[in-house]
């Protein structure tokens, strides 16, 4: 059974960089064909996907955030973080890490962590 698990801080003042990590246990962030992603959902909102880092190491970020976000792994650790510079108001959310495959040409989500508020306020 895979789980993963967000940490970091619940508060950031604006214009600092949030740092999220995610801990992944029960399967390695290095097996084929899995791509580990972060999404956020704002208050009263959707959820928007943030970007993945691949089993590869490769990146791919929503160009929407692309120019404020860093995704990055320690293989050692089994883990990966996201890191988002810039932060405003409206970066405000719950963030989550989920796992992202494959399944019969179809793109999902099958794993994610339990979601972690992150506020940002000074």
């Known amino acids: 059974q895979v789980q993963l698990r967000e940490s970091g801080p619940g508060l950031v003042k604006p214009s600092q960089t949030l740092s999220l990590t995610c801990t992944v246990s029960?399967?390695?962030?290095?097996?084929?064909?899995?791509?580990w992603t972060w999404i956020r959902q704002p208050p009263g909102k959707g959820l928007e996907w943030i970007g993945y880092i691949a089993y590869s190491g490769s990146t791919y970020y929503n160009p929407s955030l692309k120019s404020r976000t860093s995704i990055s792994r320690d293989t050692s650790k089994n883990q990966f973080t996201l890191q988002l510079s810039s932060m405003t108001p409206e970066d405000t959310a719950v963030y989550y890490c989920?796992?992202?495959?494959?399944?019969?040409?179809?793109?999902?989500?099958?794993?994610w962590g339990q979601g972690t508020q992150v506020t940002v306020s000074s």
């Open positions: 029960g399967g390695s962030i290095t097996t084929n064909f899995y791509y």
């Open positions: 989920a796992r992202r495959t494959r399944v019969a040409g179809i793109d999902h989500h099958d794993y």
